[in-house]
């Protein structure tokens, strides 16, 4: 049997000064098995924001499931990697410090998110690296940024974010950050700044793949 179904309920802490470490793990080892299969959901705390080069929530070919959670991730940390996964986000909270990844989605992965919100704290902060075509990804985020924090919403590497939402940004934040990639604001997408320094499309290279209909 190589279903996998983990729930976290409680708390589960990073330890100060130690690195590479893993709250949920969750990896799917066989092809034929499906991402629904792989199932590892969040109703509690994952805190990772005193360690290095850690991951809140690791998974690889299967769901990760966010119901009310909260997940904190510090310097260097991501919350949540999704690898040819399945993520759903559907209340709950994320707390990103500084050069924190709020979730890395490589390999085709989805993200829907019904509701939650996103404080961030410090400075250089991520909330989505996206590597790569074929992520789905539905917003419905609500973004808090501290006084002297800055962060990019979304890193796209080599392929295409399509997007018809609404995104606001106070000060020294990124809204896009392309490498050979292409973003498509929707007719009804709308990017504001109130505060100073912010940029709304920042891009090198060039995209070289299919786009979606009608482009």
Request: proline share 1%; net charge negative.
């Amino acid at each position: 049997n190589d279903k996998v179904d983990i729930s976290n309920t409680g708390i589960i802490n990073d330890i100060s000064g130690h690195s590479k470490a893993v709250g949920i793990y969750a990896e799917n080892k066989n092809a034929t098995v499906n991402r629904s299969d792989v199932q590892a959901v969040n109703t509690g705390v994952l805190n990772f924001a005193n360690s290095a080069n850690s991951v809140a929530a690791y998974i690889t070919g299967g769901t990760f499931t966010n119901n009310g959670g909260q997940i904190k991730v510090g310097y260097g940390n991501v919350g949540i990697y999704a690898d040819n996964s399945d993520v759903s986000f559907n209340s709950g909270t994320i707390e990103l410090g500084s050069n924190a990844t709020g979730f890395y989605l490589d390999n085709s992965s989805d993200l829907n998110v019904t509701s939650g919100t996103i404080n961030v704290t410090g400075q250089n902060a991520v909330i989505y690296n996206i590597n790569g075509s074929g992520s789905n990804i539905n917003n419905n985020w609500t973004i808090n940024s501290s006084a002297g924090a800055s962060y990019i919403f979304a890193n796209i590497n080599s392929g295409v974010y399509q997007t018809t939402g609404n995104y606001s940004l106070a000060n020294n934040s990124v809204v896009f950050s392309g490498i050979n990639s292409a973003v498509i604001l929707d007719s009804n997408g709308v990017i504001t700044g109130s505060g100073t320094n912010n940029v709304a499309l920042y891009s090198t290279g060039q995209y070289s793949g299919a786009l979606p209909a009608p482009y």
